[in-house]
């Protein structure tokens, strides 16, 4: 089975430490609730040499973590080669939408236009703060910008099509 491509996979977190002798994982998860992770199988690992396809064997909440063992890492050996690897799904795999809403993957590398049309830079992530997720947004000169994440207030428009995300924001600001 190989990887999809780029369009096709949402990266959903990353394989943050070892747990133990018998090659389970620590897992960082970017879901929301964080366990909603191990709802997914299989997943596509980024190691050194691409994108490789684990089946989730079993996997809990440990803690305030998450831990999984997947195919082919029965041991802290053959678990330690995971260790950085962001953790992906296919893109069908997810639930399906609300036309007026998308998942964070969707939005990073869009072009960033004010509302003079004047472009701020290019999504590179987002951030969760608690009253509203915010866009970070790398303009030419690699000087980052925070923006609020406020539908219909700052974010006016999103075009995938296009690959821009319009905001009413000040460049100065």
């Given at each position: 089975?190989?990887?999809?491509?780029?369009?096709?996979?949402?990266?959903?977190?990353?394989?943050?430490?070892?747990?133990?002798?018998?090659?389970?994982?620590?897992?960082y998860?970017?879901?929301?609730?964080?366990?909603n992770?191990?709802?997914?199988s299989?997943?596509?690992l980024?190691?050194?040499?691409?994108?490789?396809?684990?089946?989730?064997l079993?996997?809990?909440?440990h803690?305030?973590?998450?831990?999984?063992?997947?195919?082919?890492?029965?041991?802290?050996?053959?678990?330690?080669?995971?260790?950085?690897?962001?953790?992906?799904?296919?893109?069908?795999?997810?639930?399906?939408?609300?036309?007026?809403?998308y998942?964070?993957?969707?939005?990073i590398?869009?072009?960033?236009?004010?509302?003079?049309?004047?472009?701020?830079?290019?999504?590179?992530?987002?951030l969760?703060t608690?009253?509203?997720?915010?866009?970070?947004?790398?303009?030419?000169?690699?000087?980052e910008?925070?923006?609020?994440?406020?539908?219909?207030?700052?974010?006016?428009?999103?075009?995938?099509?296009?690959?821009?995300l319009?905001?009413?924001?000040?460049?100065?600001?």
């Amino acid at each position: 089975m190989t990887a999809p491509d780029s369009k096709q996979r949402v990266v959903l977190g990353r394989v943050a430490g070892l747990f133990g002798v018998k090659g389970w994982v620590k897992i960082y998860s970017e879901t929301d609730p964080p366990a909603n992770i191990l709802d997914y199988s299989p997943w596509y690992l980024r190691l050194a040499d691409g994108w490789q396809v684990f089946e989730v064997l079993q996997g809990q909440v440990h803690g305030k973590g998450i831990i999984a063992r997947l195919t082919g890492c029965n041991d802290r050996d053959e678990a330690s080669p995971l260790l950085g690897a962001e953790i992906a799904v296919a893109r069908d795999q997810m639930p399906e939408l609300a036309e007026d809403e998308y998942y964070w993957s969707d939005l990073i590398g869009l072009e960033v236009l004010n509302q003079s049309g004047l472009s701020l830079g290019k999504v590179d992530h987002l951030l969760e703060t608690g009253a509203n997720d915010v866009l970070v947004v790398v303009g030419a000169d690699k000087q980052e910008c925070l923006i609020p994440y406020i539908r219909g207030d700052v974010v006016q428009e999103i075009d995938l099509v296009k690959g821009c995300l319009r905001v009413e924001w000040d460049p100065d600001f």
